[in-house]
């Protein structure tokens, strides 16, 4: 990564600012964290619609006649069934099926995939890609002044329908629009990173505050980082750094669904995957926990009987089961009361199933 | 401007002073930095508290941080509501929501705390 001497601005900047959000640096960008509180913000998004700002993601652009049958082979995932006007979850892996990112590819033509990276990992990805597709352009859009709005939440549809006029429009789980709206042609696709259904708005630099402005009148609350974090977590929607690194396979993280194909497909990462599911015993799984009152946070230790077992991934205070919770790796086999150690002292935890918060995406 | 009759620390608690006892709390820029507020460790009536070591912890949606002693002696009475019901520290931390009394061992110690002019400028440093 190239060092950053001044942090880089969405063109939502003002807006948040106007809002009196709490801007934070993140990932080389100046963000808002909350407007005030993340636990209303979180609800907000549960009940009702918010409205984030997420044009730190880095955004690529790749184009040419062999352009799905390069990403085959670079990605975890194959993207040559993908449909045009669908997006697909998939992820980057090193030689060692080691997860470099998680992204999203949407298919926007034939020959030309548009793709979401995490604002952390953008020039690391975009090094490794352009290792692994030669035959077809690769552009990095990240910073041409346009920028990323996510709308989420149980009325999210009727929003974007009263934003852009069109009552019939409803696009499939993952699929995109290209509706009309008073500020010119948008580029919608129904993502999300909260287990909601949501959507994300794709927009240019004039579209952005007057889009953003209102979805607000139309009653989406503005969400932060903060409340974002929270929702993903209740979800158990991986973060890279915490749940997913280069260390850690998809098959640790439970996500094989983004690799879908790997016995059979090659590509980077395809070997590693195959031998480790032929030869090795998983050493350890992704779990849940629940705690009473204290966050088990990052890096605290899981223990059973007083003996390290596990580390903690991310944790949060969930606003939608009004208790902690978080993730952990836990080594395989481990049965008994589960502690956390938090700086020394101990408190108990209880292990539970994953997502946290049931998914109603698809909804 | 905050209250006047207190000691501050760096760290944002603050200390009253009545006879040889002193009302300790953290500031209300403490509470605003931490967010809503999640949890609330204190100690217990007799427990003995060294200015500048932790004698608790307080835990909001964002972060976990240490309740730092300003002063140095022994606990002669803990707010004890407070941790099931953390509204008063929330609300109004620099009264309701005061945290232990403790008899000082060493009154010499409060020379080395801010007055409230001090803290105003460092909060206004911070920001």
């Not at chain 2, 403490?30 to 070591?53: H, M």
Request: some cysteine; hydrophobic content about 40%; aromatic content about 8%.
């Amino acid at each position: 990564m190239t060092p950053q001497t001044t942090l880089l601005r969405t063109p939502l900047l003002e807006a948040h600012q106007k809002l009196g959000a709490k801007i934070v640096p993140f990932a080389g960008w100046e963000m808002p964290l909350d407007y005030g509180s993340i636990l209303s913000e979180s609800k907000a998004v549960r009940k009702v619609a918010g409205l984030f700002d997420v044009g730190h993601m880095a955004r690529f652009r790749l184009r040419g006649p062999q352009v799905a049958e390069e990403l085959d082979h670079a990605l975890g995932g194959r993207v040559t069934d993908q449909p045009v006007g669908m997006a697909r979850y998939t992820m980057l892996l090193n030689e060692l099926g080691g997860i470099v990112d998680d992204l999203i590819t949407y298919r926007t033509g034939e020959d030309e995939f548009f793709m979401v990276v995490n604002a952390s990992n953008r020039h690391r990805d975009a090094e490794v890609l352009r290792e692994r597709i030669t035959h077809s352009s690769f552009v990095d859009e990240t910073e041409d002044g346009g920028g990323i709005l996510a709308l989420q939440g149980p009325l999210a549809l009727s929003l974007l329908q009263a934003l852009t006029g069109d009552a019939d429009l409803a696009p499939d789980f993952l699929g995109l629009a290209f509706p009309s709206s008073p500020w010119g042609p948008l580029f919608v696709a129904r993502t999300g990173y909260t287990g909601e259904h949501g959507y994300e708005i794709f927009v240019n630099a004039e579209q952005a505050i007057p889009v953003w402005n209102q979805l607000l009148k139309l009653g989406a609350s503005p969400v932060g980082l903060g409340a974002r974090d929270v929702l993903r977590l209740e979800a158990a929607l991986p973060l890279y750094g915490h749940e997913i690194h280069e260390e850690i396979t998809p098959f640790d993280a439970n996500l094989r669904f983004a690799v879908r194909g790997w016995k059979t497909r090659e590509f980077v990462g395809s070997d590693a995957l195959q031998k480790l599911a032929n030869t090795e015993v998983p050493s350890k799984e992704l779990i849940g926990l629940t705690a009473e009152k204290r966050v088990p946070r990052e890096g605290y230790p899981v223990l059973c009987n007083g003996v390290e077992v596990g580390l903690v991934c991310s944790g949060v205070w969930s606003a939608t089961l009004e208790k902690p919770i978080a993730t952990a790796y836990l080594q395989m086999g481990v049965e008994g009361t589960l502690t956390v150690s938090a700086r020394g002292k101990e408190f108990p935890v209880e292990r539970v199933g994953l997502p946290f918060v049931p998914h109603r995406s698809r909804n | 401007m905050r209250p006047e009759d207190r000691f501050y620390m760096d760290s944002h608690e603050w200390a009253k002073l009545d006879g040889n006892t002193a009302t300790i709390g953290v500031t209300d820029f403490a509470i605003e930095q931490l967010g809503e507020l999640v949890f609330l460790d204190l100690p217990e009536v007799g427990a003995t508290i060294s200015k500048g070591e932790a004698f608790g912890e307080v835990e909001s949606v964002k972060a976990v941080s240490d309740l730092i002693a300003p002063v140095s002696g022994e606990i002669v009475a803990v707010n004890t509501d407070l941790p099931d019901a953390l509204e008063p520290l929330q609300e109004d931390p620099h009264e309701a929501g005061w945290l232990i009394k403790v008899t000082l061992s060493n009154q010499g110690e409060l020379d080395s705390l801010k007055k409230v002019e001090a803290y105003e400028e460092l909060v206004a440093a911070t920001r």
